[in-house]
């Protein structure tokens, strides 16, 4: 089974400034992928970054990376120069990369709010 | 390239009431997903189909739940009659492969 654990029920963040949302894991699984989602308010949920289990570097989007601390089960999303549009809910969500276990397990989400 | 595309965005229905929802994937994503997502949560899966064929259905409600992806291209999850606790909004998903998952903007079904 997986799970995923985000702590942070709403975050603040000031424009131009960075945040971290955080994000925990726990699976059985030797080979995973992690993702982060960005949900808006009109509730489509966007695609932002993701992260294999074997990856070595961690990887990065634009203004967005990730934190990713395999021994601490961690995988953070790092928002740099934070933007008002950045304002939304965001998930942090794995799936098995083995098998035919696609689904995708997701966490409850942090809500950002970005203030001027 | 058009994303997932939902119909309708809204739907307000009585109790006992059916309702269908309606999903075209990206072209060419053979991977179809129908997420359920409560108020407060994140989404979790009730049903993947690859191509024409239900793979994973474990979490679907089959006594009032069902889907269909005739032709392995658009989708259609219907709920026969609804209840009060369905209410939430309903995901569609499509991928290629392993490659990442991109949703659809939802249903947000509200039932009274």
């Known amino acids: 089974a997986q799970k995923i654990t985000q702590t942070q029920p709403g975050m603040f963040v000031q424009e131009k400034e960075a945040v971290t949302l955080d994000c925990t894991y726990d699976?059985?699984?030797?080979?995973?992928?992690l993702f982060w989602y960005k949900q808006p308010s009109s509730g489509e949920m966007i695609f932002l970054i993701y992260?294999?289990?074997?990856?070595?570097q961690n990887a990065t989007e634009g203004r967005y990376s990730l934190n990713f601390q395999k021994a601490r089960k961690s995988a953070n999303l790092v928002i740099s120069a934070s933007q008002l549009g950045d304002s939304a809910m965001y998930f942090c969500?794995?799936?098995?990369?083995?098998?035919?276990?696609?689904?995708?397990?997701f966490g409850t989400g942090t809500r950002l709010q970005v203030t001027l | 390239e058009a994303g997932v595309v939902q119909s309708p965005r809204y739907k307000i229905i009585e109790k006992k009431q059916p309702v269908a929802f309606w999903c075209n994937p990206i072209?060419?994503?053979?991977?179809l997903y129908w997420y359920l997502q409560n108020l407060g949560q994140g989404p979790e899966l009730l049903i993947r189909?690859?191509?024409?064929?239900?793979?994973?259905d474990s979490q679907l409600p089959k006594d009032r739940f069902s889907a269909e992806r005739l032709k392995g291209v658009d989708s259609t999850l219907k709920i026969q009659p609804a209840e009060l606790g369905d209410s939430a909004v309903y995901l569609c998903?499509?991928?290629?492969?392993?490659?990442?998952?991109?949703f659809g903007p939802g249903t947000r079904l509200t039932v009274l």
């Open positions: 998903a499509s991928s290629l492969g392993g490659q990442p998952q991109y």
């Open positions: 699976t059985s699984d030797q080979s995973y992928g």
């Open positions: 992260q294999g289990s074997y990856d070595e």
């Open positions: 969500a794995m799936r098995a990369l083995t098998g035919t276990a696609s689904k995708l397990t």
């Open positions: 072209s060419g994503h053979n991977t």
């Open positions: 189909y690859e191509n024409e064929e239900a793979v994973d």
